[in-house]
């Protein structure tokens, strides 16, 4: 049986999911300029910081990697919910992920976008970033293959790429409806995009081949992503950095967040879009059905990686952890663990209790959680090295907050951008097919 | 010249395909026109597809590519490695492994805009039509005096209506 909104007439569908795209209401611009307001802050803040330098920030011997570092890998995690919700359920043909997969592909690029950001804003000196790609210079050096750094630059650069076209192929039949019936600046705008795109029996053949295919390809670099981002970690013998399951253990937090992120991102678009036909409690039962697995998924993860610390008893190692569970950081790691696990199971493991509001507290609570949760792997490590001497605190200042703060908001202003370019709920998919069962 | 039928139903567009092609005209010379992937049993009007296997050639050209580069750069420039190897396959994998699926990601996409016809239109002047949403519209390649059997092809397959457009 299909899913109740593919019911409605076509012509419906249709007007409803490309209605957002011509009207601007005064709370959509209320909040895009908020949000730009305070990206502008942050833009403000980094232009301070490369004026003054890397001492503006709360970093300092031996903590050198901090907010910057935590939020790249947060971004990394969130861009997961593109690929790994979209392309698992349309490889799977499971039905009712029809309206929620350009959302999830669409904060793929943006979170990718904006989480590539970080290693050159971290750089310092930013406006040399390009020494790490590899040309032909003066100095007739390389960049060093072997390092960690250069490995993110191509699983990065590798991600972005497959993730634009993953989100631009199902995106082309849409463009060519919309190039007929339009405003003339986006009339040429989708007319470029659609590529020509005339509904012929060739281009779905190759489009539908085109689909599958990619969501092959990018559901194994969207793992292997996640994985180098924590090999950056797992490869410096520091401790409790140096672990073999670090990489599934980020893969796990990336897809535990990426989820959160998508139910959030769900839940303003039906509101602020009036989507609720579409985006409706059944899609977000399911999406809570799946965090509330990552929830205890990633439990497992953190318990595995915890307990084996402490029954090692490594005095190195217990010095981390000492520091994450009982001291300085104490209160960072259990806030973690009670929005990370405390929060989600009670609210979407009770089924009285899972409804959409519940869903997108929870949502809410665990990306807070796995912010907190990459902090709290990052700095503990760095604060408290092997030469227990050398030991110290890192606080971040209001650089590194503006420019934190900066990047939710350029999020937020992304995504509603884009919501009000492109239909954010794939509108030929949305129409029954007859060999489709839910 | 062309022909273009008008039909509501998959099956009668099927039909006739089965009609057509049993008169003489070539696949290459019918395309269904419609506002969604429009799916017939095999054998009805197959389009053959070389995407994966393009994409597996794109991955392992790139991986090839950034593997031989990787081991020029290392040695065009040795570092001092204490004795370890110049070039290691293990510490540079997850580059040749990025650079390869890279490699099939743009094999991909190019080999799409390639099949579809997107950037190879296989003749400019042929007509496109308006599909209205629910109907399909199956466009026909053929010599002006074998239009009447087409025609007749597609009336009795359950077209509701059929237009002639264009010189072939």
């Not at chain 2, 296997?53 to 040795?78: C, D, E, K, P, R």
């Amino acid at each position: 049986m299909a899913t109740a909104p593919e019911l409605l007439p076509y012509h419906q569908i249709r007007e409803d999911l490309f209605r957002p795209l011509s009207r601007v209401s005064r709370r959509y611009l209320f909040v895009t300029l908020i949000a730009f307001i305070v990206g502008t802050a942050g833009l403000v803040a980094w232009g301070f910081q490369l004026r003054r330098g890397m001492g503006v920030t709360g970093l300092q011997r031996p903590v050198f990697w901090g907010v910057y570092i935590v939020d790249f890998v947060f971004w990394i995690g969130i861009s997961h919910a593109g690929t790994l919700i979209s392309a698992i359920l349309r490889l799977t043909d499971a039905a009712w992920r029809k309206p929620v997969t350009r959302a999830a592909e669409a904060i793929t690029v943006f979170a990718l976008m904006i989480g590539a950001m970080f290693p050159i804003i971290h750089l310092g000196r930013a406006w040399l970033f390009y020494w790490l790609l590899p040309y032909p210079n003066s100095r007739l050096i390389w960049p060093n293959f072997r390092s960690p750094l250069l490995w993110d630059l191509t699983a990065i650069v590798t991600y972005v790429t497959g993730s634009i076209i993953y989100l631009y192929l199902p995106l082309i039949p849409d463009l060519a409806q919309l190039a007929a019936h339009n405003t003339p600046w986006r009339r040429r705008l989708y007319r470029a995009l659609a590529l020509g795109w005339t509904g012929s029996d060739r281009e779905w053949h190759a489009l539908e081949r085109a689909m599958k295919l990619m969501a092959c390809i990018i559901l194994a670099v969207a793992v292997s992503v996640h994985t180098v981002v924590a090999w950056d970690f797992a490869m410096a013998v520091a401790p409790m950095w140096h672990s073999t399951i670090f990489g599934p253990y980020f893969v796990t937090g990336a897809i535990f967040s990426g989820i959160a992120a998508l139910v959030l991102a769900m839940a303003i678009i039906r509101k602020v879009l009036r989507l609720e036909v579409y985006l409706t409690k059944h899609h977000f039962d399911r999406l809570a059905k799946l965090l509330l697995l990552m929830s205890l998924l990633w439990l497992y993860f953190t318990l595995a990686e915890n307990l084996t610390v402490w029954y090692g008893n490594d005095p190195k190692e217990m010095a981390v952890f000492g520091a994450r569970t009982r001291a300085h950081y104490a209160p960072y790691f259990w806030t973690m663990m009670f929005l990370n696990f405390a929060v989600p199971f009670v609210l979407l493991g009770i089924r009285r209790l899972r409804t959409i509001t519940s869903a997108t507290v929870a949502s809410v609570s665990v990306l807070i959680g796995m912010w907190l949760e990459r902090f709290v792997i990052v700095v503990p490590t760095l604060a408290n090295p092997r030469l227990s001497s050398a030991s110290s605190f890192y606080t971040p200042t209001w650089i590194e907050a503006a420019i934190t703060a900066a990047t939710f908001a350029a999020m937020a202003m992304l995504y509603m951008i884009f919501a009000k370019l492109f239909p954010i709920i794939a509108v030929w998919e949305f129409k029954p097919h007859p060999q489709e069962d839910d | 010249m062309y022909l273009i039928g008008e039909f509501k139903e998959k099956d009668a567009v099927a039909a006739a395909i089965r009609r057509l092609r049993a008169s003489g005209i070539a696949p290459a010379d019918l395309d269904v026109f419609s506002e969604e992937p429009v799916e017939f049993p095999r054998g009805v009007l197959d389009r053959p597809s070389r995407m994966s296997l393009a994409s597996v050639s794109g991955a392992m050209l790139f991986g090839s590519l950034a593997t031989a580069f990787i081991w020029w750069a290392q040695h065009n420039y040795s570092l001092v490695t204490g004795g370890m190897p110049v070039f290691s396959f293990w510490a540079t994998g997850v580059i040749t492994f990025e650079m390869t699926m890279l490699g099939a990601i743009m094999a991909c996409f190019g080999w799409f805009l390639w099949e579809s016809g997107l950037v190879r239109k296989r003749d400019r002047t042929a007509p496109v039509p308006e599909v209205d949403p629910g109907s399909m519209c199956l466009r026909v390649r053929c010599r002006g005096n074998d239009a009447a059997q087409a025609i007749d092809a597609m009336r009795t397959a359950g077209a509701i209506g059929v237009q002639r457009r264009g010189e072939a």
